[in-house]
Every structure is written in structure tokens, then in C-alpha cells.
């Protein structure tokens, strides 16, 4: 059969448009349909979940009208593509990310995210106010702010228990504590920053509970230097820890995975972690688990506190109000108490937890930190969330390098003033 | 005297310049102008759709990576401003940067010599094996075609400080003073890294040295064999010389894996402990993405790719030599 050159010029021009021409949204799930909202979220833990939050969003849908699409990103691609997206005509509508400077608030400054500050006045959300200021840049505010995490000591409370020790309460305390365990032949604290960012955890908090939340602030203000005789001591206490192998054997190679398993398997006596830990603890623990803020050189501590991802809307959406209703509902109370329940998540809003179910180590950390935020006493700073990269950067590489050995405290504390004034 | 040139077949032909001016009359073939035409824009027009697909996908993004060289581009600004040799001038007195080109230095040394001597010796020893010599291959090339990110998982286990395999074995033989966090110590992190990366490579290189072996000239071996040559003689100068073309082919694909380096370290030890295996991916990576460096990284990527092409071209070249004197002896 003979082809003529038009049937092979169409037959060529149809090959490349098929080359050129990419999948259909449908297809690769980008942008939704008329009436449906795209909510693009960080990949969560397991499918389970994803099916809670899918179930949960169908109440939204049945009270509004509104389908909403929920999409899914590992955090680092996230923070890799989500500017791409958010200025596609095919981006999200509703996006559930970081606050602070360095996550939503690089995206409010180019122009990428939706001013909320007349929909708060509108809707009445109600939001602790020190959680509201982590998603206001400029004046204006950009989300609601996702969950709360504190940052403290966990400890085994049957192991404590049996060696007839008490939580540490100071720093002289916890040297204490480290040495019984250690002679009990148990690793006094799992510790794993292979990862790097659990670093930025033990300064958090050692920090914190040395100089307080107003020393805290004035760090961040940059009235007070990060190369300061406060950061070296608390960069100086690893080190120590450390070299007493209180961190349990060679903690920059074991990641964050495995150091909570050294908790939960009861190898480790203490881990020094978030109150995200609280919901692996519910499924994976035998034992009674204590959570107490790190402890302070002269006294009790207070703990880290710091705000998870959150959502936020799109500047290009099609249809803000149908984000803003979306946004009303994960403002409302109840979507705080099936948070708690389900995702055993601290909401950043006062909530009413009687008939909950509860798991109790949760409930407490929920009563501590609704005490602190209506002025019951102090909340400390996690770190990374509130410097930007660079900061982060040159903290994570040093508390390494502490551990390692590669640099003294004196050195990292240096560097991180360095880089806070980049 | 000089003899007047004796008129030849070639004199008469009409040179290809000719030809072409002479396009428009019917050909000796019977072929038309026309037919010819039409022809010609059937080739542009087949190779129309890899020319574009080249343009959108290499040649564009490469002038676009220049572009970003001479901005300050931070991923979000849409103008974003000129800086001129501002990356490069920085680039130069950067320290990290000097101490990630010193471990992609030793990642290239090591990781092309080690998978080669490695390969090479393997191939060696399984050259005159028949029986079982499929299964072989399939063993040693096996981890070569693993994903790198289960890969460097599995290895990451395996170095892990209190139940890794690596440490368990050297209790059980009584080496109780080697354990260490491999991973987490700045002085072993990068040659274990280096040796998971060896590892994966040297079943490539086996499997490919091992088919050139089999081309191997045996009459020659066995003539040198009866001229009285030893193993290692014949080995250098009758076996290497014969399998020489494809021995560059590997190493110069193994050797252009050590400038591009990146996943295995990013998925072992993302470069850490602090910055103790960076090497220059990892290091671009970080600064483009983690930093919203983009402008900074892509230089540093564009370093890469003008360290790796002339290497790259150089050892083409060398191939090629090699190729065509065998072929001419």
C-alpha cells in the first residue's frame, strides 16, 4: 500500500500534538470540577486516615453543597511545586501548609494567598491569639492555623516507677535521672538526627525553658544574639548528654523511625519529642507514658510550642466563597473535637472536651496548653517553624555537628547568629 | 615533463554541487524535481516532532538554566534581578561548595575504580564458567537495576549503629572496636555511602566486561599460552587490548555517575552529618529547594554538567580511537 506524504504529514502532526498535549485534569486529578474545591493537603500517614478526613469532609459537602476534592503531596514535593500550582489555573483551591515565615508567609508575599483578614471579622473564628499572629504577615491574615504541637519530654512512667524515679523537674534532675538509668542498663533518652530537623527539637526546648517565652521573643526580634552564653549552654547540654551516651549509641545515625521505636519497644527510657508522638504512642505503647516540658538550669521548664500546617486559600481560586465556607468549617469547634478524636491533633481554639473520647495523655497536654494561651503561664518556641531556611539550615548542620563532634557549641551558636542576620 | 593527467571516470562525474543546481531537470533515476521536493519535506517533517520535543525539553531549559545564573531568582519573584557574574564570584569563594567538589572528587576516583577493578575481576573469574553462568550474571547485576531509594534504605539498615547487620557481624567475629554509627560519623560516613554506590555499580560493570569477554579472540589467548605467556601477560596484552573499547564505554558511564551523584546520598545521609557526604547534587538541591535558592543552585548544576561533558566527550573520543585502531589492526 502506498502511503501518500499528506496522510504521513496528518499521521506526524497528530503524533506531535499527542506528544505535546498533556493528561486531562480528570486524569491527574488537577483542578476540580464545576461546584468542587481542591484540597491539597501533605501526604497523610496512612490510607485510614485519608478515609476519616474524606468521611469527615462529606458532612461539609452535605451541609454546602460544596464537593471537595482532596489531594495528596509528600512534604517535600509540596514545598517543591506548590508556588507552580498556586499560580497554574489548574492549582488547588484550599492548601493545607506550613505557617511562619518561611512557608505561608513567603507565599502570602508573592501574592499567592487569599486575605482572610475580613472573612475572621465576618465568620467570628476564633483562634488563640498567639496561633492567629503565626498566620498574619503584613497586617493581614492568610489561614487558619493548623494544630498545635508542643515539644517536651516524654518518659516511661513504668520504668520510672520501678527505679523509684521521679520526673526530672531541672537540668541537675535530668543528670540524675540519665545516670539511674543508665546504671539500670536502659538508654536514658531515644534520640535519632539522621534527619536533621529533630536537632532543631533539642535546642527548642532546652532553649526555651532556659530563657523563657519573652527571651525566646526577644531572640527571634533579634534583640538578644543567637550566639549568646544562653544558646551555647543549651547546645552545651547535648553535647554532654551525648558524650555521656545518655542519647543512647551514635544518634546522628539513627533516624526519626527508629528513635521512637527505641521508645516503644522500652529500650529507651525518655524521648525528647513532639505531642504528635502522643497518637504513636496510643497504637504502639504497653506502658504508661509521662509528658513533662523540658527542664529548665534553675527550675521547671516550659514547653516548646509551635503550629502545624494549616489551611489556606488560593489567591486564583474560582470560587472563594466556596473556600471560605470550607474554611468555616475547619474554624468551627466541631471540626476541633473530630480532630482530637480522630486525628488526636491539638486545634489551635479552645474547645469543650467532655464526651470525647480522649486518649489521656492528650488530654492533658489539651489542658496544659488551654491554661498557657488564656495566660496560665508560659509556652516556649519551636524554632524551625518560625526562622527561615537558611537559619534552619545552619541550626540543623550544627546540632549535627555538635553530636558529631565537628564543631563546639560556642562555633554553632556563632553560625546560627551569622545566618539570622542574612 | 610532466604527463597531462589521463581523463578519468571521476573527472566526468558531475561534482554534488552540480547536482544540486542541476535539481530541477528529471533525474537519471526517472525521479522528478517535484518528487524530490516533496521528499525533502517529508524528512523535515518526520524529524520535525524530535526536533521540537529536543527544543521544549533540552535546548530551552538549558538557555533558560543560563538565564537563571545571572539573576537572583528565589522561585517566586516573576522579575527577578540581574546579579550578572554575582553566582559564579560567589560560587568561587564558597566553602561548602569547594568541600562538596572535594567528596564528588573522591566519589569519582573511587566510585569508577572500585566498581571497574571490582567488575573486571569478577568477570574475570566467571569468564570460562558455562554452568550456572546465567545465574551469575542475574545475582550481580541484580542490585544495578534496584531502585536506588530501596537500595540505599536497605543499606541504611544494614549500617545502623545498634541493630545493623555490619555492626553485628564484626561482634560476632570479635571486632567489637570497629562498630560505630557509620552513617552518623563524619569520618566513615561518605565511604559508606561510597560503598553502597559501589556495590550497585560493580554488577554493571561485571555483566558488560563479562558479554566483551566472550568476544575475546581464544585462538589468540592460547597461541600466547604456547608462546609461553603467563596469566597476567596475557591478560595485558592480549585479553585488555581486545575488550579495551567497551572497558572505556564503562568507565566513562561510571565516571559521569560520580559528577552527577545524588540520590543515594540523599536518600542515606541527605549529605549529612553536617554536610560530612555533600556532594555538588546535593548541594545544588539544597540550595534551589530547600533555600528557594534557585538562581544559586542552578549554577551550581550547570558547574556539574560543564565539569562532566568534556570528560564525558574526551573518553567518547578515546573509545572511538580505540575502536577504529582495533578494527584497523
Not at chain 1, 521573643?217 to 544558646?231: H, M, N
Request: proline letters at 5%; glycine letters at 10%; aromatic letters at 10%.
Amino acid at each position: 500500500m502506498r502511503i501518500s506524504p499528506k496522510v504521513l504529514l496528518g499521521s506526524a502532526v497528530c503524533l506531535l500534538v499527542t506528544a505535546c498535549t498533556g493528561q486531562s485534569a480528570s486524569d491527574d486529578g488537577g483542578g476540580g470540577g464545576e461546584n468542587t474545591l481542591v484540597y491539597l493537603i501533605e501526604q497523610l500517614e496512612d490510607a485510614e486516615s485519608l478515609s476519616r478526613l474524606e468521611d469527615h469532609l462529606a458532612d461539609f459537602t452535605e451541609s454546602s453543597g460544596i464537593e471537595v476534592e482532596v489531594q495528596q503531596l509528600d512534604v517535600d514535593t509540596m514545598r517543591t511545586v506548590l508556588q507552580t500550582r498556586l499560580r497554574s489555573e489548574e492549582g488547588p483551591d484550599v492548601i493545607s501548609f506550613g505557617s511562619g515565615p518561611a512557608f505561608a508567609g513567603a507565599l502570602a508575599e508573592a501574592g499567592l494567598l487569599y486575605d482572610l483578614t475580613d472573612a475572621y471579622e465576618e465568620n467570628g473564628w476564633e483562634v488563640y491569639d498567639f496561633a492567629k499572629e503565626r498566620v498574619t504577615y503584613g497586617g493581614r491574615v492568610y489561614g487558619i492555623p493548623g494544630e498545635m504541637e508542643t515539644v517536651g519530654l516524654f518518659y516511661n512512667a513504668d520504668v520510672f516507677a520501678d527505679l523509684g524515679i521521679d520526673p526530672p523537674r531541672t537540668l541537675d534532675d535530668l543528670r540524675a535521672v540519665c545516670r539511674t538509668l543508665t546504671e539500670a542498663g536502659v538508654v536514658p533518652m531515644a534520640f535519632g538526627d539522621q534527619d536533621a530537623w529533630p536537632g532543631s527539637h533539642l535546642l527548642s526546648m532546652a532553649l526555651s525553658s532556659a530563657v523563657g517565652a519573652d527571651g525566646m521573643e526577644a531572640l527571634f526580634a533579634g534583640e538578644r544574639s543567637w550566639d549568646s552564653p544562653e544558646v551555647v549552654d543549651a547546645l552545651t547540654f547535648w553535647q554532654e548528654a551525648n558524650a555521656n551516651g545518655w542519647l543512647g549509641e551514635s544518634p546522628v545515625s539513627v533516624d526519626y523511625d527508629t528513635m521512637t521505636a527505641q521508645y516503644l519497644s522500652g529500650e529507651a527510657a525518655m524521648i525528647p519529642t513532639g505531642s504528635w508522638f502522643i497518637n504513636d504512642l496510643a497504637v504502639g505503647a504497653d506502658f504508661e507514658s509521662g509528658y513533662v516540658p523540658f527542664p529548665a538550669p534553675g527550675g521547671e521548664g516550659v514547653f516548646a510550642a509551635g503550629l502545624g500546617s494549616g489551611p489556606m486559600i488560593a489567591a486564583n481560586t474560582d470560587d472563594p466563597e466556596g473556600a471560605v465556607a470550607l474554611l468555616d468549617f475547619f474554624a468551627s469547634e466541631e471540626h476541633g473535637q473530630w480532630s482530637v478524636e480522630n486525628l488526636q491533633t491539638i486545634p489551635p481554639r479552645p474547645i469543650d472536651t467532655e464526651g470525647l473520647d480522649v486518649d489521656p495523655l492528650l488530654a492533658q497536654v489539651l489542658e496544659d496548653v488551654s491554661a498557657l494561651s488564656e495566660g496560665g503561664g508560659q509556652l516556649g518556641y519551636n524554632i524551625d517553624v518560625l526562622m527561615p531556611e537558611a537559619f534552619n539550615e545552619a541550626m540543623f548542620d550544627g546540632v549535627q555537628a555538635v553530636l558529631t563532634g565537628q564543631s563546639t557549641p560556642a562555633e554553632v551558636a556563632a553560625a546560627m547568629q551569622a545566618a539570622s542576620q542574612q | 615533463m610532466t604527463a597531462a593527467p589521463a581523463p578519468t571516470a571521476t573527472a566526468t562525474l558531475p561534482s554534488p554541487g552540480r547536482s544540486r543546481r542541476r535539481g530541477r531537470r528529471p533525474g537519471r533515476a526517472g525521479v522528478s524535481a517535484v518528487t524530490r521536493r516533496q521528499q525533502a519535506r517529508l524528512g523535515v517533517l518526520l524529524v520535525a516532532p524530535a526536533v521540537v520535543l529536543m527544543l521544549v525539553f533540552l535546548v530551552f531549559p538549558v538557555l533558560n538554566s543560563v538565564y537563571y545564573v545571572f539573576v537572583d531568582f528565589d522561585g517566586l519573584d516573576t522579575t527577578p534581578p540581574w546579579v550578572g557574574l554575582g553566582n559564579l564570584t560567589e560560587l568561587a569563594q564558597d566553602r561548602q561548595m569547594w568541600a562538596a567538589a572535594w567528596h564528588n572528587l573522591i566519589w569519582i576516583v573511587l566510585g569508577t575504580v572500585g566498581p571497574l577493578v571490582i567488575g573486571l575481576g569478577l568477570a574475570l573469574l566467571l569468564w570460562g564458567v558455562r554452568r550456572g553462568s546465567t545465574f551469575y550474571r542475574v545475582v550481580f547485576f541484580l542490585p544495578y537495576v534496584l531502585p536506588q531509594v530501596a537500595v540505599g534504605v536497605v543499606w541504611g539498615w544494614i549500617y545502623a549503629p545498634t541493630r545493623g547487620w555490619l555492626n553485628r557481624g564484626l561482634e560476632a567475629v570479635g571486632l567489637d572496636g570497629l562498630t560505630r554509627g557509620w552513617l552518623g560519623d563524619p569520618g566513615t560516613a561518605l565511604y559508606a555511602v561510597l560503598g553502597t554506590a559501589i556495590w550497585t555499580a560493580t554488577g554493571f560493570v561485571f555483566v558488560i566486561i563479562l558479554s566483551a569477554l566472550r568476544n575475546v579472540d581464544n585462538e589468540q589467548v592460547e597461541a600466547a599460552m604456547l608462546d609461553g605467556a603467563g596469566y597476567l601477560q596475557r591478560l595485558r596484552h592480549v585479553v585488555l587490548p581486545q575488550i579495551l573499547p567497551v572497558f572505556l564505554m564503562v568507565t566513562a558511564l561510571t565516571l559521569i555517575g560520580g559528577f552527577a551523584v545524588f540520590d543515594i546520598v540523599f536518600v542515606m545521609t541527605g549529605g549529612g552529618p553536617a554536610n560530612a557526604t555533600e556532594v555538588l547534587g546535593t548541594y545544588a538541591y539544597s540550595n534551589a529547594f530547600e533555600l528557594s535558592r534557585i538562581s544559586y543552585g542552578t549554577t551550581l548544576a550547570l558547574v556539574v554538567t560543564a565539569l562532566a561533558v568534556p570528560v564525558a566527550v574526551w573518553l567518547d573520543r578515546l573509545q572511538r580511537r580505540v575502536s577504529i585502531e582495533e578494527r584497523g589492526a
